[in-house]
């Protein structure tokens, strides 16, 4: 056994492994039609750290491998594009095709909006031929997920996304993720299970159910652009017992962070919470986001995962049953194949969409708009399918924007005000406290312990200090009215940077303990941390002074400048969230 026998030992305690649960492949539509030719084996290869050929014109260099993976095709067309790029098919010169060769965003929309009404034997599907390619491509699939994954040093997940909207064009989309290697001829497409209380049912008949062993859970994702059809408020939901249950079942993490924005919270000017502008996008669906025509701005609402953490109170303080317990995760959605892409220095935009330069080799992503992504962070005490899937169950995780901190979250009665000083201050957390992501019950006020820990600087991996940590509370009053509320609980001097290719090393981790003067053991609430980190240029502006820099010894067109000068903020503070710590009343 030797080495690797030592290094499979698992840990006394648990730790934090880095990894991206949402990933597109050439497999996925509309990644296919943007250029993608990268297929699950190249994407698990580059997660591990392997130059990969996204198309015939792009090959990335990853900065640094993963800890774990999961490649996350599209179930509705799944691979069906991929006929249209091969001119032996019989259904190559389909009109569908045609379009999709020439116009390929057209192509994906007409895709998506026909798949529900014609089924999946229509335009170039004809004959079973899209069947025939998903059959092959989720096989393949499944064939490289277990292919790369190798127990103690790098964890594949069985998974897909499912790829549904509300009637109103909400996204409601979700990646549904496996404990093990599922028995299922293709993944449950939203042209079929048309709901995700259809998708659960499958998912239940398929696997939980059964005594397989099998079991699985769903992300959410984006809900920032759902229209609020993600998490319907209290008010508004229509859910039976049934579909209570199977959200509380499932719906076990959602993503706070990836690259078409952030879903923490709402913002606007002068709201009391000015971090809610991290990475915000000005419309509230993806159909805004398609045809900027139809936009709608964000509204205040349960799209944002605050907001639906106080929703979330509401049911469990008339329902008995919280639907809207969720963790928190980040990851990238890149559709390029590159799974934890997220460096600022180095972004490449995850739709293969660049502002080329004629005589340059220069390439700015677009639109400045969108981001790197982030990561997701996992507490467990080896790196395998069964811990890491066991630490999603119990919600033991946490998002970044894509920095690799180190964070900790612990509430409990008998939690010491000094543990900071501790020299086991982890184990003692874990003895006398709750870990994020789990429920806390109690008559008295707990204290808190959050901590944080920045990555080492490399050659080539400059990370700011942490700047200060926040505990943001959500709660019912005794009016039924969702309140929150931010509090900074200990901070470090601001450094602004001065050179956005080389970003200040501040050497600042911070550690702290908090009890809430505002407690009341009456009131449900939820806690989670927040930890924002010194500022640094973000991506646009590093691209910003790299094109300036190329123009002024060269003539440039105007549009070559549009990129500087978006109303996107030149700097960013990147961050980290931790799942919540539920407190409920002693019954």
Not at 54 to 65: A, E, F, K, L, M
Not at 297 to 324: I, V
Request: net charge negative; hydrophobic share 35%.
């Amino acid at each position: 056994a030797g080495p690797v026998a030592a290094e499979c030992r698992p840990t006394e305690l648990p730790r934090a492994l880095f990894g991206d649960l949402h990933v597109h492949t050439a497999y996925s539509n509309d990644a296919f039609g943007m250029g993608t030719r990268a297929l699950p084996d190249d994407a698990y290869r580059f997660a591990q750290g392997a130059a990969i050929v996204v198309n015939d014109q792009v090959r990335i260099q990853p900065g640094q491998g993963l800890d774990f993976a999961a490649v996350t095709d599209h179930a509705e067309q799944l691979a069906a594009a991929t006929i249209c790029a091969d001119p032996e098919h019989a259904n190559y010169k389909a009109l569908s095709c045609r379009i999709e060769r020439k116009v390929p965003r057209l192509g994906i929309i007409l895709a998506q909006l026909a798949g529900p009404v014609f089924g999946a034997d229509s335009f170039h599907c004809a004959n079973g031929a899209c069947v025939k390619a998903g059959d092959s491509a989720w096989s393949a699939t499944m064939t490289a997920t277990e292919q790369h994954n190798q127990p103690c040093r790098f964890s594949t997940f069985h998974a897909y996304e499912w790829s549904g909207l509300s009637g109103d064009g909400g996204n409601i989309h979700r990646n549904v993720i496996f404990n093990q290697q599922p028995t299922i001829r293709q993944p449950f497409s939203a042209f079929t299970h048309t709901t995700p209380a259809a998708l659960w049912r499958a998912l239940r008949a398929s696997c939980t159910d059964t005594d397989s062993g099998c079991d699985a859970i769903t992300i959410p994702h984006n809900s920032n652009l759902s229209l609020g059809r993600m998490f319907p408020a209290y008010a508004d939901a229509t859910y039976d017992e049934q579909e209570l249950r199977d959200r509380a079942q499932f719906d076990r993490l959602a993503e706070i962070i990836q690259h078409k924005g952030s879903s923490e919270c709402y913002y606007t000017p002068g709201v009391a919470d000015e971090s809610c502008a991290f990475e915000f996008l000005p419309y509230s669906s993806f159909m805004g986001k398609i045809l900027p025509a139809l936009a709608t701005p964000p509204a205040n609402d349960s799209s944002f995962l605050r907001n639906a953490g106080n929703e979330g109170l509401l049911f469990q303080k008339n329902k008995n049953t919280n639907p809207y317990r969720l963790g928190f995760i980040g990851s990238t959605d890149t559709h390029t194949a590159t799974p934890g892409n997220v460096s600022e220095q180095n972004y490449r935009e995850h739709h293969n969409r660049f502002l080329s330069l004629p005589g340059s080799d220069l390439q700015i992503p677009s639109p400045a708009e969108l981001n790197p992504g982030g990561l997701a962070v996992l507490y467990a005490r080896s790196n395998s399918r069964a811990e890491l899937f066991a630490a999603m169950q119990r919600r033991e995780v946490y998002a970044t924007s894509g920095h690799r901190l180190n964070v900790r979250f612990f509430a409990g009665d008998a939690i010491a005000e000094d543990l900071c000083s501790s020299s086991d201050a982890i184990a003692e957390a874990y003895s006398h406290g709750a870990a994020m992501g789990a429920e806390l019950i109690s008559a008295s006020a707990p204290r808190f312990f959050v901590s944080a820990l920045k990555a080492p600087d490399t050659a080539g991996r400059v990370f700011p200090g942490i700047q200060r940590l926040e505990i943001v509370k959500g709660w019912v009053d005794d009016a039924g009215r969702p309140q929150e509320k931010v509090t900074e609980v200990i901070s470090a001097p601001l450094h602004a940077p001065t050179d956005c290719e080389k970003p200040a090393m501040v050497p600042a981790n911070l550690c702290a303990t908090w009890v809430d003067p505002a407690f009341n053991p009456n009131q449900y609430a939820h806690y989670y941390a927040r930890v924002i980190e010194q500022p640094t240029c973000r991506w646009s502006q590093i691209a910003c002074q790299r094109l300036q820099s190329y123009c002024a010894g060269n003539d440039c067109e105007d549009i070559d400048q549009k990129v500087c000068e978006s109303t996107i903020p030149s700097h960013i503070r990147e961050r980290a969230w931790t799942s919540p710590i539920w407190f409920s009343p002693s019954r």
